[in-house]
């Protein structure tokens, strides 16, 4: 829970922080640690020995919080360029039609139809990304394993590369964090849900922390698979799933669901999300190894001269 203290927080960190679009965090500590660790520890024997070690998976496991970490107003600009990476408002960014898959792209959409992109949010492209360096550290250690080289350096990469990839991957399994309804809902409220901005946190956080153990949540993962497909158009599937479930979220709350120890339907359906989120990340690293087996052009060459 964020506490500001006036007296010490210089007044520009202090701006930035109440400017921001979204309170970034998804799960807390609690569960994107738990996140992670599930995913790391239920990975395939076919998945590399490096990924699959005691030390690997603590490794995972510590960074499922880390883009959260980076949230100090010490580092304005960091807060700044990252805090959309966490959400995206579908509501808002439907109004574009088909999503472009690239960043800069989306962004420019986003600004032509009046629209800002931070306040849309960058969750997608910013999965996507960290996928596709997990992805060419595996292929990289593909090659060195092969060559007989050292692969200490890029197994260091590949790990940090799919903790870091967990926390967006977590994220995105928690509904609140693909709405304009993100913490208080908004617009015609016939159903009287709270509009107080604190159903976000209470749910994600304290909730968690109290209620839900790993034990809860690795009896509801899936069996693992194979993502198939395109990356970009799976991951948004991903996200509109669990967009389903905002008003869910809200159902719970009113009926007291996130105050002290809930209800048993309020924490099955937490250790359920948290479970799904857990499935997906192991199911990506498991693709992203499958996947950096394919040969790819090498982009440092000689691109041959057209014929006149």
């Known amino acids: 829970m964020r506490n500001f203290r006036l007296a010490v927080i210089p007044i520009f960190p202090l701006c930035l922080a109440l400017l ?12 994107h640690k738990m996140i992670n660790r599930l995913a790391a520890s239920s990975l395939p024997a076919n998945v590399p020995a490096f990924l699959r070690s005691p030390e690997a998976i603590s490794e995972i496991e510590y960074l499922g919080p880390e883009p959260d970490r980076w949230r100090s107003p010490s580092e304005p600009e960091l807060v700044a360029a990252q805090a959309p990476e966490h959400f995206i408002d579908l509501e808002l960014a439907d109004k574009l039609g088909a999503l472009p898959r690239y960043r800069f792209e989306f962004e420019a959409a986003a600004v032509k139809a009046g629209l800002q992109p931070e306040k849309i ?12 360096r997990l992805k060419n550290a595996l292929r990289n250690y593909r090659q060195l394993k092969a060559a007989g080289a050292d692969t ?25 964090h693909t709405t304009i309804d993100y913490n208080g809902w908004v617009g015609p409220n016939p159903n009287g ?20 153990t790993p034990g ?48 048993a339907e309020s924490r099955d359906f937490t250790a359920a999300r948290l479970a799904v989120g857990a499935s997906m990340l192991r199911d990506l690293i498991y693709t992203a190894w499958l996947e950096s087996a394919k040969p790819v052009a090498d982009p440092y ?8």
């Open 121 to 132: 949010g960058l969750q997608p492209w910013e999965a996507t990304e960290v996928w596709e």
């Open 216 to 263: 809860m949540v690795e009896p509801r993962m899936t069996p693992m698979h194979a993502v198939e497909g395109d990356f970009f158009t799976n991951y948004l599937a991903y996200l509109r799933q669990s967009q389903t479930y905002v008003e869910k979220v809200y159902q719970l709350e009113k009926a007291g669901g996130f105050t002290g120890a809930g209800s």
């Open 20 to 31: 921001l679009p979204h309170d970034a965090r998804a799960w807390g500590n609690e569960g």
């Open 152 to 176: 200490r350096a890029v197994e260091a990469a590949a790990i940090f590369y799919a903790g870091w990839l967990g926390h967006y991957v977590g994220d995105a399994s928690q509904p609140l």
């Open 301 to 308: 060459a000689p691109k041959a001269t057209e014929a006149k």
């Open 193 to 212: 849900y709270t509009t107080e901005h604190k159903i976000h946190w209470q749910f994600e956080g304290p909730f968690v922390a109290a209620n839900i």
